[in-house]
């Protein structure tokens, strides 16, 4: 059974930092994929932030977060993602999801930003700014 688990999330004051951690788990190792970082605040719609091409590398940000946020992996195991969160303003705060969906071998384009590319959803952490 495919498994995501999100960790990392918490409350930092403006100007501040965080990193997010996304382990996912339940299928074969070599199998390449596309992790997605995503989130959404109360009425409104999930949108996406980061995406990384787990084989290639490649990565795409949103204007947003251009700059402040970083995506990356473990690449020792593939296994763990990370969304590292720089320089957190008011508006970044959210219930953040780390999202995957399974692409070719050797495929190396950026990924989609698009929720509904995406398979395999984690719990979501919560992340707010505050002063």
């Known amino acids: 059974e495919v498994q995501l688990v999100e960790s990392g999330g918490g409350l930092v004051q403006p100007g501040g930092s965080l990193r997010l951690s996304c382990e996912v788990s339940g299928f074969t190792r070599r199998r390449p994929y596309c992790m997605g970082w995503f989130r959404q605040t109360p009425g409104k719609e999930r949108e996406g932030v980061a995406s990384l091409n787990i084989g290639s590398g490649n990565t795409v940000f949103d204007d947003s977060v251009k700059g402040r946020f970083t995506i990356s992996q473990d690449n020792a195991n593939k296994r763990t993602a990370y969304l590292r969160m720089s320089g957190l303003k008011l508006e970044d705060t959210a219930v953040y999801y780390c999202?995957?969906?399974?692409?070719?071998?050797?495929?190396?384009?950026?990924?989609?930003?698009?929720?509904?590319?995406?398979?395999?959803w984690g719990q979501g952490a919560q992340v707010t700014t505050s002063s």
């Open positions: 999202a995957f969906y399974f692409i070719l071998p050797r495929w190396d384009g950026t990924c989609s930003l698009g929720r509904s590319e995406y398979d395999y």
